[in-house]
């Protein structure tokens, strides 16, 4: 009976994880609507936030469960606590209380996923469900596309491009690259799998090219860079100075070319003009927005409302409806301001410094997934914006990134003994300890 059970739990945690990449309901639901299209009426997405809320209710239920686990990371870790704090408390600064109060509930509703990420799964086993969910994604977009093309591939100004289960082909090509990193770290893990695995990244890449997306092409790239880079960081200290040295050495001859011809990049290559397609104009016209209200910021999604809100003076600026800064540090700091900011940078930090001393002193594929992810989620954030969003995948995985480390190392279907380790005065020594010493 266990182990039906499990199949069940994983089951859903992959559906879950699944419903938080922003697929597959919501471009249905939308009624296939592209950019450039004329909407007629505002789409009803009634039946996602329904699945959400669903989501959160048996997420808390298993956290429940598994009580004592979460006690024990919640005495453990700050950042998150406190970036939630924040995004809470932000109603009483709000601009749009109302809006506040109703994200806020969905943003702690996606921290409890991910804090049950990291109680419930190891490292190795996130990884191995991330495969799962990024299958079914890569399966249903072939479907979406090849069966229901009025979904699955865009029209209006971006006809032809390929969106799968999304409701736009920049987020299809974001989530194809977290897909093109799970399948490769997989694919080099050594398990027996190795075919569907090769068949996984060879789909992902395919459907990256689909979607037309350069940035998710140029960023692809850079996280195979990446992850070849973290397998240097297990090197000898000695021979990780010299091959740091040349890895300095060969990235700053590239920025040099790189400035010198920013023009052809920019215009040849990624089909834009000097400006972002307009991006630096709006990223002017925001920070001019945020000077106003720099501390503490607008209150948590309470900035972008059309007309009827701060937005106005940006939507009047640029001469078109802007749906966000596109750029996640930007809208961050319009959201939550410099303290805000500062609570996420100082977390964001410490746990990229802590991915790179586990990657050193572990072994095992699934000590390198953390570094990728988290170079990823910045780079992500540049030219769009997917930072601390409620229902969001990158969320999710952050907060099991940063959570995860503070478990024991160890299988974690066996019990343990939690109430026992978190009220002794001997718990990290217990926790270093292997189970047949304890």
């Known amino acids: 009976m266990k182990k039906p ?52 209710l048996v997420v808390f239920c298993l956290l429940a469960i598994r009580w004592r686990k979460v006690l024990y990371v919640l005495q453990r870790d700050r950042y998150i606590w406190v970036i939630l704090a924040l995004v809470i408390l932000s109603f009483f600064w709000s601009e749009i209380p109302g809006r506040t109060l109703s994200r806020s509930f969905s943003f702690t509703g996606s921290t409890l996923l991910g804090v049950y990420f990291a109680t419930r799964y190891t490292l190795k086993q996130q990884l191995q469900l991330l495969g799962w969910t990024f299958g079914l994604v890569v399966g249903l977009s072939l479907v979406y596309a090849l069966l ?45 799998q190795r075919l569907w695995f090769s ?39 000695h021979l990780l100075v010299v091959f740091l040295g040349s890895i300095a050495i060969v990235s700053g001859a590239v920025s040099l070319w790189f400035v010198e011809n920013l023009e052809s990049i920019v215009v040849d290559v990624l089909g834009k003009d000097l400006t972002l397609t307009g991006r630096i104009d709006l990223w002017m016209t925001v920070l001019e927005m945020i000077r106003q209200r720099p501390w503490f910021g607008y209150g948590y999604q309470a900035f972008w409302n059309g007309l009827n809100g701060p937005s106005a003076v940006v939507w009047r600026a640029e001469a078109w409806q802007v749906p966000d800064a596109h750029n996640g540090f930007l809208d961050l700091l319009l959201q939550l301001g410099i303290v805000g900011m500062a609570v996420f940078l100082i ?28 170079i990823f989620m910045i780079l992500s954030n540049l030219p769009e914006t997917s930072l601390m969003r409620a229902n969001d995948i990158f969320w999710v995985l952050y ?34 300890q292997p189970l047949s010493t304890r």
């Open 5 to 56: 059970l499990v199949f069940v739990e994983q089951a859903f945690t992959a559906i879950a994880l699944l419903l938080h990449t922003g697929g597959p309901l919501n471009v249905i639901l939308s009624g296939g609507y592209s950019q450039g299209d004329r909407q007629i009426a505002e789409p009803d997405f009634g039946l996602t936030r329904n699945l959400y809320l669903l989501t959160y």
């Open 148 to 192: 229901l093309p009025k979904y699955g591939i865009m029209g209006g100004v971006h006809a032809g491009a390929w969106r799968g289960i999304y409701t736009h082909k920049n987020n299809f090509g974001k989530m194809m690259t977290l897909s093109s990193i799970v399948f490769t770290l997989l694919l080099t893990s050594g398990q027996k």
């Open 199 to 237: 068949l996984g990244l060879g789909l992902s890449v395919m459907l990256l090219l689909l979607s037309t997306s350069k940035g998710a092409l140029v960023n692809v790239v850079a996280m195979w860079l990446v992850i070849a880079v973290c397998r240097l960081f297990r090197l000898q200290y």
């Open 347 to 374: 977390g964001y930090f410490a746990n990229l410094i802590n991915s790179i001393i586990r990657l050193r002193s572990m072994l095992g594929v699934e000590f390198v997934w953390p570094l990728p992810f988290l």
């Open 399 to 432: 907060v099991a990134i940063a959570l995860s480390p503070l478990m024991p190392h160890e299988d974690q279907s066996q019990d343990l003994d939690f109430a026992q380790i978190s009220s002794s005065h001997k718990a990290p020594e217990l926790l270093r």
